[in-house]
């Protein structure tokens, strides 16, 4: 409950940064639910798609061999 | 403690909105009690500011900085070298942390990030309620330890008044009645002759209406800073 009041005030506090909320959403799954996991990442990648590149990013997006190469964890950058 | 919450986002872009350069100073007191002006919020709203004025197409340069105590020379001195290299500071200390910063750095353009709003405590977690009005005569030993300065509406001294219905006060349904929790107190105690007391007009001097306030202890200050 505490982490849910806490993604509702980010979500407030992206939105009067300028980010749209829609960027940010908050699910409770438990380990046995991976259909619906799988629904809900998919539902997520498509609402962000929809909303497009981060305006924060350089240009407003990754660069494309970023996104189309993951990389391993032990590779991986934080922004 | 001092109780503040954060100024709207906007507010304080339009704050700041002359400077390139600015410092965020966070207070490790008060502020940092009630989450509106510790390390932690003094990174984020720096982080805020940081995005918000990037996506304004304006971007600010804005780093933070968090003090232990933000209302005495020696804990805000060592920040003279950042304030130096900032055009502005933004300061999410109380009132008297803001004016401490505003008057040991005369160059600075200092700026409030916090609306200071009383003197309280935290009644649970997440609530805050004013507990003393500093009306510097204090007289909550008539009272059963329950200020009637700071949490009557009417700062009555011979409480209660007729708004106050079923303990609750007029002003507000979430305001108890202070007197009636003065006289539930002092019943439990068995001294409600202190409630049959008139009490006289009180010495507002002693309060703001006296002006400016200053405490002076002879006996603490240090001979070399005495002017006899």
């Known amino acids: ?79 | 403690m001092i109780i503040a919450e954060q100024k709207p986002l906007e507010e304080i872009k339009s704050l700041i909105a002359g400077a390139e350069k600015v410092l965020v100073v966070g207070c490790g007191t008060c502020v940092t009690v009630c989450f509106a002006g510790g390390e932690k919020e003094a990174g984020i709203l720096a982080s805020s500011l940081r995005m918000a004025t990037k996506l304004d197409g304006n971007g600010k340069a804005v780093t933070h900085v968090t003090v232990q105590r933000q209302c005495e020379w020696e804990y805000i001195d060592p920040l003279s070298e950042q304030v130096g290299q900032a055009d502005m500071v933004l300061s999410l200390g109380c009132g008297v942390g803001a004016q401490a910063l505003a008057e040991r750095f005369p160059q600075a353009v200092v700026v409030p990030g916090l609306n200071t709003s009383f003197m309280g405590l935290p009644t649970e977690q997440g609530v805050w309620e004013e507990r003393c009005a500093a009306c510097g005569d204090c007289i909550l030993g008539l009272t059963g330890g329950i200020c009637p300065i700071a949490r009557c509406a009417k700062q009555l001294l011979n409480g209660p008044c007729g708004g106050s219905q079923d303990g609750v006060c007029e002003v507000d349904p979430d305001t108890p009645c202070a007197w009636q929790l003065i006289y539930d107190k002092l019943k439990a105690q068995d001294r409600l002759h202190l409630i049959l007391e008139i009490q006289p007009p009180k010495n507002w001097s002693a309060g703001r209406d006296g002006g400016p306030r200053k405490i002076t202890r002879e006996d603490l200050r240090l001979a070399a800073e005495h002017s006899e």
Do not use: C, H, Y
Not at chain 1, 21 to 41: D, T, W
Not at chain 1, 46 to 51: M, V
């Open chain 1, 1 to 79: 409950m505490n982490a849910k009041r806490r993604v509702e005030q980010v979500k407030k506090l992206m939105e009067q940064i300028g980010l749209e909320p829609g960027r940010l959403s908050m699910v409770n799954l438990s380990s046995a639910m991976g259909k619906q996991f799988a629904e809900l990442m998919q539902e997520t990648t498509q609402r962000i798609a929809e909303l497009g590149p981060s305006p924060l990013r350089p240009n407003g997006a990754r660069p494309m061999e970023a996104r189309s190469s993951p990389q391993s964890p032990s590779e991986r950058q934080d922004p």
